[in-house]
């Protein structure tokens, strides 16, 4: 038997919560439609989905325990959210070594990541090996379930999960097609245009290093 004190609300967002646990009770398919079209007009929006991920946790965790990992993460938290908020972004929430924030414009998503991974790396300087952070992004854009300043849902978010946490290495910001094609961001020259498929979904992408993002920065300058 389920212990129902256990169980946590979706978002801890009540409207939200109520119309989900509404839409799980419906069977005919015409009401489901209409609570979906419902749930859709009341929470959708489009905008830029960005995830990080810290490089190497496994590893690191193994190596010198997780609570100097946990350290690590909350430095980089540290670091991220108001870089994060200095680019007209929401963070909306952080999940161990995760990082999740939505923003309106795709090209202040690709800004903060680059931001980020400035700040590490002036972070690092000062830090032995073992003390530096690294993280990896995700990018995508499209129509998501934006439930407050708590929680989004939705394709983009999967697929920028998929590509800050599995595909991306250390240092580096992935972002999709569709996101480039939403955004006025130029694609530097060096920058690799990849095609991924991961749990049979097809995800295509442009692989940007932090080198490319410090070369167009000195180009504007």
Not at 86 to 114: M, P, V, W
Not at 211 to 216: S, V
Request: charged share 25%.
């Amino acid at each position: 038997m389920v212990d129902n004190s256990i169980l946590r609300p979706l978002t801890g967002y009540r409207d939200f919560d109520e119309l989900i646990a509404n839409f799980a009770d419906i069977s005919n398919s015409e009401e489901q439609e209409a609570a979906r079209s419902n749930i859709w007009d009341k929470y959708g929006v489009n905008g830029a989905v960005f995830i990080s991920d810290m490089a190497s946790f496994s590893s690191t965790s193994r190596k010198v325990g997780v609570c100097h990992f946990l350290k690590l993460i909350h430095r980089a938290r540290q670091i991220i959210a108001p870089i994060v908020a200095a680019n007209h972004g929401t963070l909306l929430k952080c999940d161990a070594d995760n990082c999740y924030a939505f923003f309106e414009r795709t090209d202040d998503a690709i800004q903060t990541s680059f931001d980020v991974n400035a700040a590490l790396f002036k972070s690092n300087e000062t830090y032995g090996m073992e003390e530096q952070i690294y993280v990896s992004v995700g990018i995508d854009y499209g129509r998501v379930l934006l439930v407050d300043a708590v929680d989004f849902y939705g394709d983009p978010v999967n697929t920028a999960s998929k590509l800050g946490e599995d595909l991306a290495i250390k240092a580096e910001t992935l972002v999709t097609r569709r996101a480039i094609e939403n955004s006025e961001f130029v694609i530097p020259e060096r920058a690799e245009r990849m095609t991924a498929r991961i749990s049979e979904i097809e995800i295509q992408y442009v692989r940007i290093p932090m080198i490319e993002a410090e070369q167009r920065d000195s180009a504007g300058n």
